[in-house]
C-alpha cells in the first residue's frame, strides 16, 4: 500500500505517513488502533510484543 493510499484511509496527510515510516515521529495509540482498523492486525498483539521486549 502506498502511502497516500494510507493517508486517505486515516484521513491523515501523506506527510505524517513519512514521518511515522522514517521514525521521525512515533505512533500513539489512537494512531495505533486507527492502523491497525485499515492494515488489519491485532494492536493488542503488538502491544504485548513490545512489552515482551522491554523486559
Do not use: H
Not at 20 to 32: H, N
Not at 40 to 46: A, H, K, W
Request: glycine share 6%; charged share 35%; aromatic share 6%.
Amino acid at each position: 500500500m502506498k502511502q497516500v493510499e494510507l493517508a486517505e484511509r486515516m484521513k491523515v496527510y501523506q506527510s505524517f505517513i513519512a514521518r511515522l515510516e522514517s521514525g521521525q515521529r512515533r505512533v500513539d495509540v489512537v494512531e495505533l488502533v486507527k492502523l491497525s482498523e485499515v492494515l488489519g492486525f491485532d494492536p493488542t498483539e503488538i502491544v504485548g510484543r513490545l512489552a515482551r521486549m522491554s523486559d
